[in-house]
């Protein structure tokens, strides 16, 4: 007879209230996982055999579960709610049984980004992921930075689209505020361009501070600002359409300091940021831009 303090074969040990969190078990796994390296070539080549022959067999249990139970009356609904559970969906997602939400994959894309972000002290966070849209929000040195829309553009829009072409909407959405004067760098990561892909766009003292002025760089016309030793570039196009802003008023804002508003149907953008005043979901594209010396470089951005 089977000792009385031994589980029976079906019974499952453990309740609710002492069963492992998702993070202790995952730290176990993380534990685990580094004792090989401390074994020789065959010694590990077998664990490794040995755990990969174990996942085999537990995802096609899974799977073969899953499809008797897709048989029963009601069981869609219990392994939904199944699935809502970390642990359960850990294990299900390891096993490629379910796969990844489009929010997952877009948090996967910003990982791609994040290191280059780090380097400038910033940071970014999915804030949403409904249907084909996504909102971005930057963290720290970026949120608040005068280079954050060629970051957006540059990068984490960029990246986005590359491994998310579902998603096709992807907009920045309002910063904490919490990048600070002293932290923000005036200079995207992503501004980093070989020399030969910057053209001159004007000489530095020819653009007076708080002017702004259209240019052409390489057959594109160009929106130069100057905001001291600061200076932006923007595509000459409005978000809305497309039309140029060419003609459009130009007026002076405490906050943003110059706002252009477009001369056809009336969007206002902030020339330091390229921000919409009208509809924030939209911006300016922006360009590269740097002053090497006394000139004002572009780097064209399509």
Known sequence: MADGGSAKRGEVSGSADTAPDLDRLLGDLKALEALPAQWDEAARSGAQALVAAVDALNAEAFRRLIRHLRDVPGSGPALREAATDEVVYTVLRRHGILKPSLFER????????RPMLASHGGDAEVVSVEGDSAEIRFLGACDGCPASQLTFYAGVKKAIQEHVPEITTIRQARGLGGGGADTVKFTSPFANYKDDEWRHAARLAELEDGETRFVEVDGHSVILSRFGDRVSA????CAHMGLELTGGEISKS???GAVITCPWHGFRYALDSGECLT??????QPHGVRVKGQNIEIRIVT
């Not at 877009?106 to 980004?113: D, G, H, K, P, W």
């Not at 509809?279 to 300016?284: D, H, I, S, T, Y």
Request: charged share 25%.
């Open 106 to 113: 877009v948090e996967t894309a910003l990982e791609t980004v």
């Open 234 to 237: 923007f595509r000459n196009a």
């Open 254 to 256: 405490d906050s943003s």
């Open 279 to 284: 509809a924030p979901e939209v911006q300016l």
